[in-house]
């Protein structure tokens, strides 16, 4: 089992700054990549952005790319999403995610993600 908690939500004014963490705990040993997932109000949960434990190259969702940027601290078992620029169309409950199973690399695919974090909230204020 793999536990994923995040921190890091928070109110901010349009055009600020946040940086999310996702910290893994349990059998961590083996993950293949993490991803960040976002939900809006009333709208299906979307892809931010993914990348793998041992390659570079992440992968972005259009609507984050230049904005965005995720990192890892390998050591830490840690993920992290800086969000920079940040729009009220980001306001969202903000999901990481765990794919241990390494079979392909289709980072927007949520059925390869074996598990999940509750969330954290982001609000953008305009």
């Known amino acids: 089992q793999v536990q994923l908690v995040e921190s890091g939500g928070g109110l901010v004014q349009a055009g600020g700054s946040l940086r999310l963490s996702c910290a893994a705990s349990g059998r961590t040993f083996s993950m293949y990549a993490m991803g960040w997932f976002r939900q809006a109000p009333g709208k299906e949960r979307e892809f931010v952005a993914a990348?793998?434990?041992?390659?570079?190259?992440?992968y972005y969702a259009d609507s984050v790319k230049g904005r965005f940027t995720i990192s890892r601290d390998n050591a830490k078992n840690t993920v992290y999403l800086r969000m920079d620029s940040l729009k009220p169309e980001d306001t969202a409950v903000y999901h990481c995610a765990a794919d241990r199973k390494g079979t392909r690399w289709l980072p927007w695919v949520q059925t390869d993600y074996d598990y999940w974090g509750q969330g954290t909230q982001v609000t953008v204020s305009s």
């Open positions: 990348i793998r434990w041992s390659a570079s190259s992440p």
